[in-house]
C-alpha cells in the first residue's frame, strides 16, 4: 500500500488555509499530537492543548492565528480559523476510498432491479425484485436488499447490512455494518391472553446525508412510514421504532431507543443511551444528556436530565435508602413545619423576656 | 406491483364484523385516519379518535356500533366489537407475502439436514449437520443454520440470523434480521487473576409462536437450556443471557437485557431497556415500565419502575446534589424529631400560658 | 453423534484431582446437580449445594474433601481444590469441537491474502487485500474480512463478524456472531448547522486472549487505535466508541457502553448496561454496578454505583416527585436547623424552669 503523499501548500488549499513555512514539505498523514511523526501533519484546537503542540514531533500543525503566534517551537504551519473543520476536512484527503465500480460475479440480483452502471455490488449480496441502486453507490459484500427497496446515490452499505419493509433511502447515506433497515414493528394486539400480530405495512424513508451506526434496528412503520430527514446522524447499537419521525440534523449517540410514534425535532442532540417513550413530541434544539429516560413531551428548547450520579457503592446504598423513603417524607411540608417552629420558639423567646 | 383489491363486504367477512354501506365498494389498503384516500379502510378505536376520523378520506372505517353513530361524515363502515383487533386482523390480508418455496441454487445445505419440500431457503444460507427445516418455513438469504439446530414448521428467519448452540425452534416463530440465537454463554471461572472460559453445553429450546426482533443475542445455556416458552414476543436489541426462562406470552420491548439464569413468568410486560439481573424469579403478570432495574425477586404481580424522572438539567443538577446529600440524612428521624420539637413547643406554650 | 465417554479416572486426571470410587466409571457429559443422571459428572460449590447434591442423581461429583465429607448418598467422586475451577475445565472435555481445516469452495479470499493452511474458511466468507489468517484459526460462514485486517492463530470467529478498519487481532481471540469491528467512529465537526463527517483513520488492536460476544460494535479510532489489551472478556450488545482503551483482564457485561476517548484500567469488571462517558479515565481494579452511568474519572480502586432501587410503581412515583422537590428543599441545613431549634429549645426550657 503506497502511502498518499502531500505538499503542505497544496494541503492548505484543500482547507483554504494560509501555509507558513516550507510549501513543498511532504506529508503522508494526519495523526494526534501525541504520536505525530515528522511525516504527519497534526492539529492544534485550544489553548490547553498548546504543551502536546510545543512536544509534538508533528512535520506541520494546523492551528489559528492565535495559537500560532505562542508556538515557536515548529517551522510549518497551516493556518484556518477552524483547525477542527480542516482536520475534518483532511481525513477524506488521507482515507482510504473505495474505488471500484460494478458486479462482482457472485452478487444475485433480481431481473427486474435497477443497478447504475458507477454503483459497485460486492460479493454475495442478494438484491430483490424493483429494487433501485443510485450512482457511484457502493454496497459492501454479503449485504441484503429486499424487494422494493430503492437506494440514491453515492451511499456507503457496508457488509451484513439488511434492508427490507420497501425502504426509500436517499443520496450520500452511509450505513455501517449489520444495521438492520425496515425490519417489522414491534406491533401486536392483545385479545384473550395472547398477542395478534399485527402485520407491518409502512415503510422506511431515509433523506439524503444521513448516517446510520453499526448494529441498529429501524423499523417499517405500521400503516405510515418511519422518517428520518436529511443529515440525521446515528450512532451504533440504536433502536428506531415503527412511526418515528426525526427531525434535519439531529443527532444520536450510541444505545439510544426511541419507542413507537414519537417525534424528534430537528438540531437535538441526545447523548449515548437515551430512551424515549412511545407516542410523544420533543420539539427542535433540545440536548438530553446521557443514559436518561424521556417520558413526557418537550416543548421548551434546553438540556434534560434525569438519573442520579454515580456514588461509592455502599455510600450509593444509604442514599437510595433513603430514596424509597422520600415517597413517605413530606419533603416541602418539612420546610415549611421548620419555618412555622421557628416562628413559634421566637414568638416564645421573646413573650418570655418581656415577662 | 398490482395492488391487492378487496369489496368491503369480504373484508367485513373476514373480520366476523357486519358491513353498512356499499357492499362491493374496492378497497386496495389499511391506511390510517390522517393518510387514507378513498380506495383505503382506516379503523377508529376511541371517542378521542372521532375528529380525526370526521376529517378522513378513508373510503370506509372500521368502527364498533357506538362509535359509527356518532359518525354521519361517512357511509361505508364495518362494524365490529374490537376494532383494533379487526384492523390487525386486515392488516395480513394487505400484507405481501412470501411465496416461493424450494432451495435457491447457492444455499449450502449440509447432506445429512432434513429440509421440507414446502420451504423456502435463500441465497447463500448455510445449514449444517443433522439440521432440520420444517414444512412452509421461509429462511431468508443469508442465514447460517449451525449444526444439530432444528426449526418447526411456518416459521420466518429474517437475513443474516445466526442459529446455533444446537437451538431447537418451534412452529410459527419469527425472527427477525441479523439476531443471534444459541450463541456462547458469558461463563468464566476467574483463577489467578484470569478468566477461564467456560465452554457452554446447553442449548436454546423456543417454543410455539414466538417472536423475536432485530439484532437480538440470546445465548445457549451452560449446561441446561435458555427457555422460550410459547407466545413470548421479543422486540429489537434485546439480550437473554445463559438459562434464562420466560413464560408464556410475556412480552419484552427493545433494549431490554435479563442476566443469567433468571426466571421470569407467565403474561409479563416489560417496557423499553429494562435491565434485569441474574438468578432471581419474577412472578407472572408482572408489569416493568421503562428503563428500570430489577435487581431482587418480584413475588407479587402488579407493576414495578426505578430511575428518576427527567428534569431541565440545571434543575437535575440540584436534585442529583441532593441524592448524594440523602446518604447523610436521616429522613424519617427528621420528621419524627419535628413532631417532637413541635410537642415541646406546644407543651413550652401552655405551661407558659398557665404562669 | 456419538456422545464422548471417559472414564472417572481420566476426568481426575484432567482436572489434576483425586478420584474416589469406581475408576473405570463411564461419564458422557457434565450437567446440573437437579438435572444430572448416572451417565453424568455434576459439581458442587458450596455448602448450600449440599441438599441438592443429595438428591441429585448424578453418577458423580466433583467436590472439595470437606464437602465430600457430608455426602455419603454417592459413591464416586472427583475431590479438588476449587471444584467450579475443575468444571469450567471439563466444559472444554465435553465441548464439541470444530476440527475442519481448508478452505471452503465458495470462500472468496483476495489473492493478496495469506491465510495459514491449518485454518478454517467457511462458505461465503469474504477476504480482503492482505489480510492474514493465522494457524488454526476458525472463520465461520459468511464472515466479512476487510482489507488490511490480520488475524492470529487459534481464534474463533463465528458467522456474520464483520471486521473492517484495518484491525488487528492476537492470539485465540473469540468473536461471537454478527458482531461489528473497526466500524467508523462516531466523529463529526459541526458547522453552519451541519455534521461534517471526520474520516477515520486509526483502527483496532486486540490482544491475546480476548472474548467479543455477539452483536457487539467496536469502532475504529479516530487517529490513534481503539485498543483492547490482553484477556478482556466483553459480553452481547456492548458498545465500544474511538479510541477506547481496556487494560488488560477486564470483564464488560452485556449492554454496556463506552464513549469516545475513555480509558479502562486493568482487572475491572462492569455488570450489565454500565454506561460510560467519553474523555475520562478509570482505574484499574473497580467494579461498577449494573445499569450505572459513569461520568467523571474514578481514581480509586472499588466498587461504584447509580440509579435508584426499584420500587412498586405507585410507591416510586410519590419518591420521584419528591426527587424532584429535592432540588429546591436544602436537605444538609435542615438537619442543622432541626439541631438549632432543638438547643433552642432546651435553652427556653431550661431558663423557664429557673424561673
Not at 498548546?50 to 508556538?71: M, N, P, Y
Not at 407491518?200 to 418511519?226: E, F, H, M, P, Y
Not at 440536548?287 to 438519573?307: D, F, Q
Not at 437510595?320 to 413545619?337: E, H, M, S, Y
Request: aromatic letters at 6%; hydrophobic letters at 40%; a negative charge.
Amino acid at each position: 500500500m503506497n502511502p498518499r503523499q502531500f505538499r503542505l501548500e497544496d494541503l492548505a488549499r484543500l482547507v483554504q488555509g494560509e501555509y507558513v513555512g516550507q510549501s513543498d514539505l511532504i506529508l503522508e498523514g494526519l495523526a494526534s499530537l501525541d504520536v505525530a511523526q515528522a511525516k504527519h501533519i497534526a492539529f492544534v484546537n485550544a489553548d490547553k492543548y498548546l504543551d502536546h503542540a510545543r512536544a509534538s514531533k508533528a512535520g506541520a500543525l494546523i492551528v489559528t492565528a492565535a495559537l500560532k503566534s505562542q508556538l515557536d517551537t515548529h517551522n510549518n504551519f497551516i493556518i484556518v480559523d477552524n483547525p477542527y473543520l480542516a482536520f475534518a476536512i483532511l481525513t477524506h484527503v488521507f482515507e482510504k476510498k473505495h474505488t471500484q465500480q460494478g458486479i462482482e460475479s457472485t452478487a444475485q440480483i433480481h431481473s427486474s432491479a435497477i443497478v447504475a452502471d458507477s454503483a459497485y455490488i460486492g460479493h454475495y449480496v442478494v438484491i430483490g425484485e424493483n429494487c433501485v441502486v443510485g450512482d457511484e453507490t457502493v454496497i459492501q459484500s454479503q449485504v441484503k436488499i429486499d424487494d422494493d427497496v430503492e437506494i440514491g446515490k453515492q451511499c456507503f452499505i457496508d457488509s451484513h447490512v439488511t434492508l427490507t419493509g420497501e425502504t426509500k433511502v436517499g443520496d450520500r447515506v452511509r450505513i455501517h455494518a449489520n444495521t438492520v433497515i425496515g425490519g417489522e414493528g414491534f406491533g401486536f394486539a392483545p385479545y384473550q391472553g395472547k398477542w395478534n400480530r399485527i402485520a407491518q405495512l409502512g415503510s422506511v424513508k431515509i433523506g439524503n446525508d444521513v448516517r446510520i451506526g453499526s448494529n441498529c434496528s429501524i423499523d417499517r412503520g405500521a400503516l405510515d412510514d418511519t422518517i428520518l430527514e436529511d443529515g440525521v446522524i446515528i450512532d451504533n447499537l440504536v433502536q428506531i421504532a415503527h412511526n418515528v419521525k426525526i427531525g434535519a440534523n439531529t443527532a444520536l449517540a450510541a444505545k439510544c431507543g426511541i419507542a413507537g410514534s414519537t417525534t424528534i425535532g430537528k438540531n437535538c442532540v441526545f447523548a449515548g443511551a437515551v430512551g424515549v417513550v412511545g407516542h410523544i413530541n420533543i420539539t427542535d434544539n433540545v440536548t438530553i444528556t446521557g443514559m436518561s429516560m424521556v417520558t413526557k413531551n418537550i416543548s421548551e428548547a434546553g438540556s434534560y436530565s434525569s438519573g442520579t450520579p454515580m456514588l461509592e457503592s455502599l455510600h450509593w446504598k444509604r442514599a437510595a435508602v433513603r430514596f424509597k423513603q422520600l415517597a413517605d417524607v413530606p419533603l416541602t411540608q418539612l420546610v415549611k413545619r421548620l419555618d412555622h417552629i421557628q416562628a413559634q420558639i421566637e414568638s416564645l423567646e421573646s413573650t418570655f423576656k418581656r415577662k
